[in-house]
């Protein structure tokens, strides 16, 4: 609910304490225990989402980019905007990728995202696999909003 949620709401105490719907959930148990099946299941419409959203987008920078290719007076006249934008792909999830990604990722998606891991110790392994940089403090002042 919270990454479907995202950035819409949240619950101010005061000007000073404000309290978004930020969520950092694990499913621990042994091995096979079925952890995957109930996860999986329940990030199923974000997922499907995110998929549909995708082809949308894909669609839209294939036209973006055959509007590019014209001269911009050619545009128009081959039904394309004379200034077209660059288009955003929206998303609910994202999964496997670094704070610069993050970064780019939720600038195009002010909404706010679900970083889906389906292994967490593989989530924690990756932390600084690019850089010696603090990752971890990274997640923590996501967490902060």
């Not at 997922?47 to 959203?53: C, N, P, R, S, V």
């Not at 509007?67 to 994202?94: C, S, V």
Request: charged share 20%.
């Amino acid at each position: 609910m919270s990454a479907a949620i995202g950035n819409t709401h949240k619950v101010e105490y005061n000007t000073c304490w404000q309290e978004y719907c930020i969520l950092f959930v694990a499913l621990v148990g042994r091995p096979g225990a079925n952890k995957s099946h109930p996860l999986s299941f329940a990030m199923q419409p974000l997922i499907d989402f995110d998929a549909e959203q995708s082809a949308i987008f894909n669609d839209a920078m294939k036209r973006y980019g055959a509007a590019m290719e014209l001269p911009p007076k050619e545009r128009a006249a081959n039904g394309y905007d004379t200034n077209p934008t660059e288009p955003r792909r929206i998303r609910f999830t994202m999964q496997d990728v670094t704070p610069e990604a993050v970064h780019r990722i939720l600038s195009e998606n002010p909404r706010g995202l679900c970083l889906y891991a389906d292994e967490l110790a593989a989530w924690f392994k990756n932390f600084n696999r690019y850089n010696n940089g603090s990752e971890s403090e990274f997640w923590m002042s996501v967490f902060n909003h």
